[in-house]
């Protein structure tokens, strides 16, 4: 049980930059999850805390305790791979118990603690089997016993889900955050999915480029994007950016003549979740043209065209529109959210 | 094959098109068989028999027949048993799932099979004494001697030439296993550019005809008394003629080849295996020996396989650099026939050349399923 902190974390491979000044301190018991698309930097931190790689400059710490110059053996972390990394050749008994039988663990207590690890996934039936003979789901629950069976200070877990298909990713995932609750062991949590990223975590860290873009709960991520970039990346749909300015007080951008909205002039984007609006018959202050309409059971989803650019509106599941039809968007003004063009940072604190 | 009758539509052949080719398979069969059944043939019969101009002749030998050498019905019965039981074993051995220790109980059977083979040898005397010539099973049925494999193995001492053999191959394939696994290990974990330019080295060493590796090594063979005199004192062998020399050369000949197998094989294995190992608390030694190793062991097979068949079969280093004594079995066959002063000495040599294929048998029997992976699946996946 520890915490775990990052400093001013650099990765570089020649002329390419994978992580840029990472800075982060992780609490103890803390469900932190790394979010971004591919290429971002994400799995390249986690591995850096793994010593899976060094980092170009930075420290890390692990309870207090600097371990960039420790083997991985050494760090006392458990990781889950994308690929399970399971040894082909041990069956899921022997493969749970690797890492206590490398430790030199007391026989009598490997083998409680192995039946103890693989009870809590769920396995305690398939010991015998190798893993090539398990299913996707299986093999990730040997996984996760793997990693839990050695008690470590902290859990890293790479994409644990992507190998699984939809339904099984969500009874993963809950059995995931179940274990972590039990157990209460550090995690940090690798993925690009942001479902997971807002199901399990205490705190998600939203990365792009190997920068940082945001750090927060995943509720403030979601309610206050801190740029254009998570704005865009969080929610499904993602949050609705159109491109204006604002002259006189009125948002203007292309089609609309304009709405008062309250903000700096000049050049802006206008972000507002689809939730967040609605399609009425007057005093509405966006118009778009029907572009797609989508049928999600619990709601329909309306995409309008607007100019160059498309948003996306919530509507109740009876809701009906015609194709190319012209229609108007009434928007809360609390939900407005306002970014610069220029840097994609957000300007209202509301 | 079971496999068969899964076959989808689109791959199943019409009746014709499958006589024709079971027809054409048969015989390929046959023809690539032939010169091995024929040289067992021939290595059982006299000479008038081996070197006789009709077929017929050396498959029965009536000549040595006639000579009192001869096989019965029951001789015939009891040999074939023993190969099927055998043969099943094996069977049984390669479908076992865990064998762990049950390794020691199948080596001790099949030690016990083999001196089970001398109990029925004299079983089938007993036997015919007991029963008379006259009783039906014991009727001679064709004409066979051990004779030759007698005289070339007991009189002859072959078994010198085998146990140099035996220890060149065993020197040849384990330091080129040593070397093949960790170089191979090595370049296929190594992003480095020089990973690239070594492989293409080993490639042009590959290339090389075995002459010239002879050649370049031969001054060094002939004065290495003088030049490991400092390391090994005044004690020192001259390595020209001492299997020593021809372990060294055959290794460098191969080595290339192994480390080229076995880094396709390690890149094979994922990244992951390694990764995880190493954060379960192996150090980078341990995860390689621990982990990769185990998983690799059908590959290290075959590439010992390849090792062991190079070393076994080789003819020109053995001829230019061993002395007679200790010279292995393939050159020392060849002495066997250029002496040709009787036709004995002649059917000798082929008796000679038969027994040198017997351990390859064995060889593929025993590991033939660590091998068909090896071989086939090469992908390791977890």
């Known amino acids: 049980m520890a915490d775990l902190e990052l400093r001013n974390i650099w990765k570089s491979w020649g002329d390419f930059v994978a992580v840029r000044d990472f800075q982060l301190e992780i609490s103890d018991k803390e469900f932190l999850v790394l979010l971004g698309p591919s290429g971002c930097g994400k799995t390249t931190t986690m591995r850096m805390i793994a010593g899976l790689e060094d980092p170009t400059s930075g420290e890390i710490f692990i309870g207090n305790r600097k371990v960039n110059d420790l083997e991985p053996k050494d760090r006392d972390v458990s990781m889950v791979f994308q690929n399970y990394g399971l040894y082909p050749n041990l069956n899921v008994y022997d493969n749970i118990c690797f890492p206590l039988k490398v430790r030199k663990v007391l026989k009598a207590e490997q083998d409680q603690r192995v039946r103890k690890a693989a009870g809590m996934v769920e396995i305690n039936d398939l010991l015998d089997r190798r893993p090539a003979e398990l299913s996707g789901g299986q093999r990730q629950r040997v996984a996760l016993a793997r990693a839990i069976v050695r008690e470590p200070n902290v859990f890293l877990m790479d994409e644990p889900l992507s190998n699984l298909d939809a339904k099984l990713r969500i009874s993963t995932r809950a059995q995931i955050k179940n274990l972590q609750y039990e157990l209460k062991v550090t995690t940090v949590y690798v993925t690009h999915d942001q479902t997971e990223a807002m199901t399990l975590a205490d705190r998600v860290v939203v990365m792009n480029q190997g920068e940082i873009q945001q750090v927060g709960s995943p509720l403030e991520i979601y309610d206050r994007p801190q740029n254009v970039f998570v704005a865009g990346f969080i929610g499904s749909p993602p949050m609705n950016l159109i491109e204006g300015s604002i002259q006189d007080g009125q948002f203007v951008c292309e089609m609309n003549k304009g709405f008062p909205l309250s903000g700096p002039e000049g050049p802006i984007a206008l972000g507002f979740r689809a939730e967040d609006a609605e399609i009425v018959s007057e005093g509405g202050q966006l118009k778009g043209l029907v572009y797609a309409m989508e049928l999600l059971g619990d709601a329909t989803l309306i995409t309008l065209r607007i100019g160059g650019g498309l948003m996306c509106v919530k509507m109740p599941k009876d809701f009906r529109a015609k194709m190319g039809q012209e229609l108007a968007v009434f928007l809360k003004p609390a939900a407005c959210h306002l970014f610069k063009t220029d840097s994609g940072l957000r300007l209202n604190q509301s | ?382």
């Open chain 2, 1 to 382: 094959m079971s496999e068969s009758s899964f076959l989808p539509k689109s791959l199943q052949l019409s009746k014709s098109l499958k006589l024709l080719s079971n027809g054409f398979l048969s015989i390929w069969c046959l023809i690539a068989v032939f010169p091995l059944l024929w040289i067992t043939l021939m290595s059982l019969k006299y000479p008038l028999d081996a070197f006789s101009a009709n077929p017929l002749v050396v498959i029965f030998g009536p000549g040595t027949l006639s000579a009192g050498a001869s096989i019965n019905f029951f001789d015939l019965l009891l040999v074939i048993l023993w190969v099927v039981v055998a043969f099943l074993g094996i069977k049984r051995w390669q479908a076992e799932k865990n064998l762990g220790s049950k390794n020691w109980l199948y080596l001790g059977i099949s030690i016990g099979w083999l001196f089970a083979a001398v109990a029925l040898t004299e079983l089938s005397a007993t036997l015919r004494e007991q029963l008379g010539a006259d009783f039906f099973l014991s009727t001679p049925l064709l004409g066979m001697t051990t004779e030759h494999f007698q005289s070339v193995w007991i009189e002859q001492e072959f078994y010198q030439q085998f146990f140099n053999s035996l220890f060149v191959t065993t020197g040849v394939v384990s330091i080129s296993l040593t070397v093949g696994t960790l170089a191979g290990y090595g370049l296929a974990r190594s992003g480095s550019n020089w990973a690239f330019w070594i492989l293409m080295t080993a490639l042009v060493f590959r290339a090389l005809p075995h002459s010239v590796l002879v050649s370049g090594y031969l001054p060094w063979f002939i004065n290495s008394a003088e030049w490991l005199r400092p390391i090994f004192g005044e004690a020192t062998l001259t390595l020209y003629g001492q299997p020593w020399a021809i372990i060294v050369v055959l290794a460098s000949i191969n080595q290339p080849f192994t480390i080229w197998m076995l880094r396709s094989f390690f890149q094979n294995i994922p990244r992951e295996l390694d990764e995880a190992a190493r954060i379960d608390g192996c150090s980078h030694g341990e995860a390689f020996v621990r982990v990769i190793v185990p998983v690799m062991w059908p590959g290290v097979l075959t590439a010992g396989l390849f090792s062991f068949l190079l070393a076994y079969n080789d003819y020109l280093v053995a001829a230019l650099l061993l002395d007679a004594q200790n010279q292995t079995m393939v050159p020392a066959i060849s002495g066997y026939f250029n002496r040709e002063t009787t036709s004995t000495d002649q059917v000798e040599a082929v008796a000679a050349a038969v027994s040198i294929t017997a351990p390859l048998f064995v060889l593929v029997m025993v590991f033939q399923k660590q091998l068909v992976s090896g071989l086939t699946q090469g992908a390791v996946k977890g």
